[in-house]
């Protein structure tokens, strides 16, 4: 249970979950999802400040800049245009470089509206959310400038991509950049040290068992750090099932193109797969047939 101060707004894989505090001068969002479902980002918003008697929505944070967190920092900000917004100190660098290979937007075929920020945050320091303190805790990896939130007195850790009940976020091959890897496995570490009851991660519902998903999760990234061939399979389908969620579908003649096009397809097909735009695409689509995520259509593969 969480106290009424604090809202807990679950999404999907596209959007990233949100959490709302209440506290006396107004309200915080923490991560505002995918640009294309900014209606919903929005709904949900005012739903939750509704709840609260209308208390105004006062800032926005991020825990980090993937597409999915900050997606819809801008359309929240036209509609809430008091609101201040802050974001990791150690993020500002790669903000300032916009949608530059390391952030995945159009290297990975997602999108995000550039959004302007009035102050950062910094690993190491507390935050006052919900009418309690919470602890800004590093954890570099799936993204290497990323942060979490932990609640001491409440043993509530705000997770993020960090670590979700069954996995984590994604990291690159340490062939493309070994320090990813290295990252999150300190991470997992780091984690370990904190006595945790309740984890609220950035996809999926909240969970208690925090042991039983480190170790899950710890498992997994061994297993990654043994076959990099592995790594990089995880990261292409995961991108293109990713693409095809927020576009739905799209005519199969047109992927051999796409793959070619696409930096992310294109680089680690060059680098790990060695095939032909078409044989890489029918793989894709495959892959993610196999997984229970796309369908073949007639002429089409779809999301679903």
Known sequence: MLLES??????????????????????????????????????????????????????IINTHIHSDHIGCNAAVQRAYPSATLAVPSSE???????????????????????FTWNSTIEAGSQLTLGGERWDVVATPGHDMGSVVLYAKRLRVLISADALWQHGFGFVVPQAIDPKPLAAQRETFKRLAELDVGLVIPGHGGMFTDFS??????????????????????????????????????MPLAELPAYVHNVGVHRDY????????????????????????????????????
Do not use: C
Not at 29 to 47: C, I
Not at 96 to 105: E, G, R
Not at 276 to 302: T, Y
């Open 269 to 304: 097909n060059a680098a790990f797969f060695r095939m032909s735009d078409e044989a890489f695409a029918h793989w894709l689509v495959e892959e993610g047939v196999k997984a229970g995520k796309l369908r073949v259509d007639g002429d089409r593969v779809r999301n679903g």
């Open 6 to 59: 604090i809202s807990f707004i679950e999404r999907d894989w596209l959007s990233a979950n949100h959490v709302m505090f209440r506290d006396v001068n107004g309200a915080t969002l923490l991560d505002t999802g995918y640009v294309k479902f900014a209606d919903v980002t929005l709904r949900r918003v005012r739903e939750t400040l509704h709840a609260w008697d209308n208390v105004p929505l006062t800032r």
């Open 212 to 249: 039983g998903a480190l170790k899950r999760a710890s498992d997994k990234l061994e297993a990654f750090a043994a076959d990099d061939m592995k790594i990089a399979r995880n990261v292409v389908k995961g991108m293109f099932i990713y693409s095809m969620m927020w576009r739905d579908e």
């Open 92 to 114: 500002v660098e790669m903000l300032n470089a916009w949608d530059s290979p390391d952030q995945m937007l159009s290297y990975a075929d997602q999108q995000a509206e550039p």
